[in-house]
């Protein structure tokens, strides 16, 4: 066994045996995986081994693409093939129109990624899946490359081709612990000797967190009991002259696969269990949970229904093991939070069908430090404090009662909630309030007219509609009030601090004191890492001077990490979270200034404190730190307060606009306002699939400042010319809005894919953001949206089209 490696990877099942292939074909040869047991033998060697083209967004469609096209490569190897049929064709069952709305949607979406599904009729179902009934259903998705692999097969194919390249694969070895090192190198310790490495991957299945203990940290990951049953041959198999497509029913919570003359048929029951909640035993390997075949009886009638043969034929086996889930049902494949050359790819629950994808994707960012596609849908990152193994667990238990239904636009599932609150929480649900989740945190959406509203689920425009433009239109004429937790917050302190963020960032950094400025971070390829805020404090009873960095609620273990792994070793730098101590109060529209003079002393007018501006203050009794910004396009102010102040600030603000018809509004409101402005959401239109220019960003980007973190490879991205643009759309239709991933067309062919959209009720439109190619990005271009199956036109028109030369934020 070697001494010395540049990447450890833990664990010998799909996770791991996929990185460590995929690293040699990175062209990383010095690299190990250690397994405890035999390959396969966790989660993997009972997997139903399912292998479709389906996400739920296109960095999943384009892994599990790779997957497929990498298990038709192994498939034919003639030095290892492996067992896989690939397409069986797969069909995904709808008995509610709005599941197949839903499904159109999807169908537009993957054509961005070169996949094509179809869309079918109850009758087409039944045509090519002679097996089932039509009672109760309107119709499906078809997804023609769907099949099913040998999982043992598969891993060891792997794992033959990565030794060729010079792997080592050490089996019978147990990891008993690790250390790192100042150098942030770590020592694997096992029963077999020490491995120092530059690089470790937890990639342990159900013993995620065995590892994870060993590095001080705990993943959201739970595991859930999974059965399927094999039966005997059904003769109908056999007489249908070609193999069954898979199944998968939200209707009847199962699916289903041919296995030789039979099916496999797994299911999803309402009366589901957790597994390993308090420890594993150290002899579980290749080993499965007792059968409970009663706790599935309910879903098994639903699946007789739907395939009568199932009730005519005996079963040969049953399987019962452990799947792991995360708290959105997504994998972490990415950097560990909070460590230095730590990675993980965990929490995959279908991982054998995506497992080559996700492996694919976290080779390149351990080699080239990000992966051809924006990877945040999977990013250990996007959880943050809250995400708990006991969170984490009543989520796996909802989506596991829920696997193949889907989320609608702006549906939250109750499970786990409420994980993150403020002080106001309460009082804004005495107000009326819904609430959306931003990263666990409760956040108000809208102000409900009754307790008994419900809208529909739905990819139109639903019953909030109104409310939305009733909102908006009193922030334009009057004043609004909203809050906005969880906002990410850094407090940036010593003498380097600006030549820090400087080098950090591709634009002018603000450095007058009382000043705020709005600047992208980039990565080493010259794409855009992160959007912030910069507001210069000057030194008080509160602190020294400092710069507080403002970025996205979601971003808080992302901007902490990408800033902790750059001051230089002589730099006087400091930074520390103030992310959850405090919550920002934004008071927008004309009245504005009115409000916050009526309860906080001082001179707010523009001469005194203009756009751009933050001050310390008070707010009634409260203390405050305000800001003169604006994401709503209106006159506006952020009022960050501390949590223990937060109800009396509240307090104030309400009274003292008491007279200025006040009124509460929410994150639907701020998104329809944000777009009729050209405002951009992180990871939504902020992508580091694009660099800034392509993003429509070219005024925050000055080449000539000097030195700052990707600007070569910016320099070089600019000379060779954009790739794509972002533009602004308005869509011809007040049906529903454009939804992100849907694709655009001209003449047949993808142009581009829409990432934002909602109604501008302020200018009437229907209004949309999108990547195009270039020579179609000039407004009055003419394009079609593919929306949930109706071709609509679309026209590109300006970026800002509300106030455009932003008086009002002046004002």
């Known amino acids: 066994m070697k001494s010395r490696t540049k990447v450890a990877v833990i664990g010998g099942g799909i996770a791991g045996c996929s990185t460590l292939y995929h690293l040699t074909q990175e062209r990383w040869s010095d ?3 250690i397994e405890r047991d035999e390959l396969t033998s966790g989660t993997t060697w009972h997997s ?3 292998v479709t083209n389906f996400g739920m967004t296109q960095t999943m469609v384009g892994l599990k693409s790779h997957s497929i096209a990498l298990y038709k490569k192994l498939r034919d190897d003639p030095d290892y093939p492996v067992g896989y049929h690939h397409g069986d064709g797969g069909i995904r069952l709808a008995n509610t129109e709005a599941q197949m709305q839903a499904y159109r949607h999807f169908s537009s979406m993957a054509r961005g990624m070169g996949v094509e599904f179809e869309v079918i009729d109850a009758e087409e179902c039944a045509r090519r899946h002679p097996l089932i009934s039509t009672e109760n259903l309107l119709g499906g998705l078809w997804d023609g490359e769907d099949g099913d692999i040998d999982p043992a097969q598969l891993c060891q194919a792997l794992a033959f081709h990565a030794r060729k390249a010079g792997a080592e694969v050490y089996r019978s070895t147990d990891v008993t612990a690790l250390t790192q090192h100042g150098d942030d190198t770590w020592t694997v ?3 077999r000797g020490d491995i120092d490495a530059d690089i470790v991957v937890n990639a342990c299945g159900y013993r995620v967190n065995e590892v994870g203990t060993m590095m001080g940290v705990q993943h959201p990951v739970a595991s859930m009991e999974h059965q399927y049953f094999v039966t005997e041959d059904i003769p ?17 919570d199962y699916y289903s696969r041919q296995e030789k003359g039979g099916l496999l048929v797994g299911f999803y029951e309402q009366d589901c269990k957790t597994w390993g909640m308090d420890g594993i035993s150290p002899a579980f390997s290749n080993d499965l949970c007792p059968d409970d075949l009663d706790r599935v009886m309910d879903v098994l009638e639903g699946a007789f229904e739907r395939m009568p043969a199932l009730a005519e034929v005996g079963i040969k086996r049953i399987v019962n093991g452990p799947i792991t889930y995360t708290i959105d049902g997504a ?7 909070g460590k230095r050359n730590a990675f993980c790819i965990i929490g995959l629950r279908a991982g054998v069908g995506e497992g080559g994808g996700h492996g694919w994707l976290l080779a390149q960012q351990i080699v080239h430090g990000e992966a051809c596609y924006d990877t945040w849908v999977i990013d250990p990152r996007r959880f943050t404090g809250h995400a708990t193994v006991e969170l984490t667990a009543l989520k796996a ?3 596991y009662q829920n696997e193949f239904r889907f989320h609608f636009p702006h549906e939250h599932r109750p499970a786990g909630r409420p994980a993150k609150t403020t002080p106001l ?28 509203f419900h809208p529909s689920l739905s990819f139109d425009f639903d019953e909030t509609f109104d409310l939305i433009a009733a909102e908006v239109a009193n922030v334009q004429t009057n004043v609004g009030l909203c809050e906005v937790n969880g906002f990410n917050r850094f407090e940036i302190t010593g003498t380097d601090r600006h030549t820090f963020l400087d080098r950090l960032c591709c634009g002018t950094v603000a450095k007058r004191a009382g000043r705020v400025g709005l600047g992208y971070l980039l990565n080493a390829h010259g794409m855009l890492k992160t959007e912030a805020t910069f507001a210069n404090l000057p030194a008080s009873d509160r602190g020294p001077e400092r710069v507080w960095y403002g970025s996205a609620a979601a971003a808080e273990f992302h901007d902490m990490d990408w800033l902790l792994s750059h001051p230089g070793a002589d730099e006087d730098v400091q930074i520390r979270s103030l992310t959850n101590d405090q919550t920002i109060l934004v008071l927008a529209g004309p009245k504005a200034r009115d409000v916050l003079s009526a309860c906080a002393r001082g001179d707010w007018s523009a001469q005194a404190f ?5 001050r310390e203050a008070f707010v009634g009794f409260a203390p405050a730190t305000i800001m003169a910004v604006s994401f709503s396009g209106e006159l506006a102010y952020e009022i960050h307060v501390p949590n223990a102040s937060l109800y009396p600030a509240y307090l104030a603000l309400r009274e003292a606009g008491s007279s200025h018809g006040l009124k509460l509004f929410g994150a639907r409101a701020v998104d329809s306002m944000r777009m009729e402005k050209g405002f951009l959401h992180w990871k939504a239109d902020i992508l580091t699939e694009f660099d800034p220019f392509e993003t429509g960003l070219s005024r925050f980007v000055k080449l000539d400042k000097g030195d700052f973190v990707g600007r070569d490879a910016l320099l070089k991205r600019r000379e060779n010319g954009p790739t794509k643009r972002l533009v602004t759309l308005e869509i011809a239709t007040d049906r529903a809005p454009a939804h992100g991933g849907a694709s655009l067309m001209r003449d047949g062919r993808v142009v581009g894919t829409i990432t934002s959209g909602d109604w501008g009720h302020r200018v009437g439109k229907n209004l949309a953001y999108a990547f195009v190619e270039p020579e179609l990005s000039n407004a009055g271009t003419a394009i079609e949206l593919d929306l949930c199956g109706e071709m609509v036109p679309a026209t590109v028109i300006p970026a800002t089209i509300y106030d455009p030369k932003f008086r009002l934020l002046r004002a």
């Not at 203009?610 to 933050?614: A, E, F, G, H, Y």
Request: net charge negative; glycine share 6%.
């Open 610 to 614: 203009p756009w751009l501006s933050v």
């Open 425 to 452: 929480t309460p009082v804004l649900a005495a107000e009326g309030a819904e609430f959306t989740v931003v990263n666990g945190w409760e956040r108000v959406d809208y102000i409900k007219p009754s307790p008994e």
């Open 189 to 191: 310790h096992t029963n």
């Open 31 to 33: 690299v190990v995986l």
């Open 48 to 50: 139903a081994a399912q």
């Open 331 to 337: 994998p972490l494949v990415g950097p560990i939070p």
């Open 236 to 252: 109908a198999i056999a007489e249908a002259g070609h193999r069954m497509p898979l199944l998968r029913c939200p209707i009847s």
């Open 397 to 399: 238990i909802e989506d």
